[in-house]
C-alpha cells in the first residue's frame, strides 16, 4: 500500500466558459481535500453544487482551471497523454447508471477483457482467468461471462462495472452516485461489496452522492460542497453529530426520518427555509447569518473537521487566517 495520501487536491478550480449570453460557471471553486489509502471520502451536496464536475476534474476527464491534483505523489495536470494513460490504470470510474455504461452489444467477458488489453494489464494466455477471478471479486458467477448486460439485474450490473473498474489494479475509485438508480436493498448490498473491496484490496474512493444517509454508510471523513466550495470537511461521525456550517445542517434535517410521524412533525416546526434547499440560511455556530456568505477561509472546529465560516472569532478579532486542511 502506498504511504501518505493517496490523492491529495489543492485549490481545484474549473470554470465553464459562458455560453448564450449566460455567465461562466464556476464549476468548482478552489476545492481542497486528501483522501488516504483504505479511506473513503464522500462528497455530498445538492444537485449542480459541483460534485460530479470534482471527480471528474480529478480524473483528468475535465480540464480544471485552477490547482493542483496529486494522484500517489505524482502531479496530474500537464502530463503527456502517455504519461496520463498509464497513470489512468491507478484511477477509475464508477458512474451512476448500470444501465448505459456497458456496452449492449458486448459479452461481460468482452467488457471484462476490454481494460486490461488497453493496459496491458495481463498476458492473452492469462485473461479469461482474470476475467473470471474478477466475476468472483463481485460475487458473479463466472460461468455467467458469455452472457449480455441485458441479461443481468441493476444489481449485477452494477457489480459488472465496479469489476471492470478493479480490472487494472486501481488504487482510487472515483464512485459517482454508484448506487442512486438502484432500489434500497440492492443499494445495501452493493455498498456492502465497495466495503469489503475496500478492506481486501486497501482502496481509496471519492464517494460522490446527494444521499447523506448513503454516505454515512460507507464514508469515513466527508466533505459538504456548496456552489463549487467545499463548505465544511471532516470525520463522517462528527460532521453528522454535530456541523459547523449552516448548509451542513440542512442538507442533514433533510434527510427523512423513518418514522412518517416525527418526519411531518419535523416538517411542520422547521422553519420554511429549512425545507427547501436551493441556498444557505441560518446562523452558524457564531450566531452569523450565512446566507449569500461567498467563499471564506477554513476553520479546525475539532480534530480534523474544518468549516468555511468568516465569522470564527480568529477571522473577526486577529484578522484572516487562512488556514486549509
Ligand atoms: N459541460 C458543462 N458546461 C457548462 N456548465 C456545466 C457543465 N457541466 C456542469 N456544468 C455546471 O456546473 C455546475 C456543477 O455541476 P455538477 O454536475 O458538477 O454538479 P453536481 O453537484 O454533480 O450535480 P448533480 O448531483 O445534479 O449531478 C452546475 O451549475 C452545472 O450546470
Known amino acids: 500500500m502506498p504511504e501518505g495520501p493517496v490523492l491529495e487536491v489543492r485549490d481545484l478550480s474549473v470554470t465553464f466558459p459562458a455560453r448564450g449570453g449566460a455567465a461562466p460557471v464556476m464549476a468548482v471553486d478552489r476545492a481542497s481535500f486528501s483522501i488516504a489509502p483504505g479511506e473513503t ?21 475535465q480540464k480544471a482551471s485552477g490547482g493542483s491534483v496529486r494522484l500517489l505523489g505524482r502531479e496530474l495536470s500537464g502530463l503527456s497523454r502517455g504519461d496520463l494513460r498509464r497513470m489512468r ?24 477483457s476490454e481494460p ?20 468472483d471479486l463481485v460475487n458473479l458467477d463466472p460461468a455467467m461471462v458469455s452472457r449480455y448486460p441485458h441479461e443481468f439485474s441493476g444489481g449485477q450490473r452494477q457489480r ?56 454515512r454508510e460507507l464514508a469515513h471523513r466527508v466533505a459538504v460542497m456548496y456552489s463549487g466550495q467545499i463548505v465544511e470537511i471532516g470525520p463522517s461521525d462528527r460532521v453528522y453529530a454535530s456541523p459547523g456550517h449552516p448548509y451542513t445542517r440542512m442538507l442533514l434535517d433533510a434527510i427523512p426520518v423513518p418514522d412518517p410521524g416525527v418526519q411531518r412533525a419535523r416538517l411542520r416546526t422547521a422553519p420554511r427555509e429549512m425545507t427547501f434547499l436551493d441556498r444557505t ?45
Open 41 to 61: 471520502l464522500g462528497l455530498v451536496g445538492q444537485s449542480g453544487s459541483g460534485k460530479t464536475t470534482t471527480g471528474r476534474a480529478v480524473l483528468q476527464l
Open 116 to 135: 486490461l488489453e488497453v493496459h496491458g494489464a495481463v498476458p492473452r494466455d492469462r485473461m479469461a482467468e482474470r476475467v473470471a477471478e474478477l466475476l
Open 281 to 325: 440560511a441560518g446562523p452558524c455556530r457564531f450566531g452569523e447569518d450565512h446566507a449569500a456568505t461567498g467563499s471564506a477561509p477554513m476553520h479546525e472546529i475539532g480534530p480534523g473537521h474544518f468549516v468555511s465560516c468568516r465569522f470564527h472569532p480568529a477571522e473577526t478579532s486577529t484578522g484572516p487566517a487562512h488556514a486549509r486542511s
Open 160 to 215: 459488472i462495472v465496479i469489476a471492470r473498474a478493479l480490472a487494472v489494479n486501481p488504487d482510487f475509485v472515483v464512485c459517482d452516485e454508484a448506487v442512486s438508480a438502484l432500489d434500497v436493498r440492492t443499494q445495501a448490498q452493493i455498498v456492502r461489496l465497495l466495503r469489503d473491496l475496500q478492506e481486501r484490496l486497501g482502496l481509496a474512493y471519492l464517494f460522490i452522492a446527494h444521499d447523506l444517509a448513503l454516505v
Open 89 to 112: 490504470r491507478h484511477m477509475q470510474f464508477v458512474q451512476q447508471n448500470p444501465y448505459s455504461s456497458l456496452h449492449p452489444r458486448l459479452t461481460i467477458g468482452q467488457i471484462l
